[in-house]
């Protein structure tokens, strides 16, 4: 499976980004990566990496860490297999690099549990 993650960049607190994921392949046992949950994270300078949202393969189940409700709103594209993180109200600490990754099992969280995963995309929000 490959991701391949695009959207980042400079915005000044209270601005919107886009970020967008594109999926491809398929896991080592034939499952094809329209049938995986996506996900995204973000890794801010010196810290771990923390969840943000995901959602699973038909769009029908989505999960949000809480810091980032009402904020942040991740959707889908079944036909284009590509995942969308939609950042509104950007505030500095939101600056990170942000992930996207990919598994089958659904609504998680852990990013252990995330098998795949994009190169990065880095955004940084400046007050």
């Known amino acids: 499976v490959q991701l391949q993650a695009s959207g980042g960049g400079l915005v000044q607190a209270g601005g919107n980004l886009r970020l967008s994921c594109t999926a491809s392949g398929q896991t080592a046992s034939g499952r094809t990566s329209n049938y995986l949950a996506l996900g995204w994270f973000r890794q801010p300078p010196g810290k771990e990496r923390e969840f943000v949202a995901v959602?699973?393969?038909?769009?029908?189940?989505?999960y949000y860490a809480d810091s980032e409700k009402g904020r942040f709103t991740i959707s889908r594209d079944t036909a284009k297999n590509t995942v969308y993180l939609q950042m509104n109200k950007l505030k500095p600490e939101d600056t990170a690099v942000y992930y996207c990754a990919a598994q089958t099992e659904g609504i998680l969280h852990n990013p252990n549990d995330y098998h795949y995963w994009g190169q990065g995309t880095q955004v940084t929000v400046s007050s």
């Open positions: 959602i699973n393969w038909d769009g029908s189940s989505i």
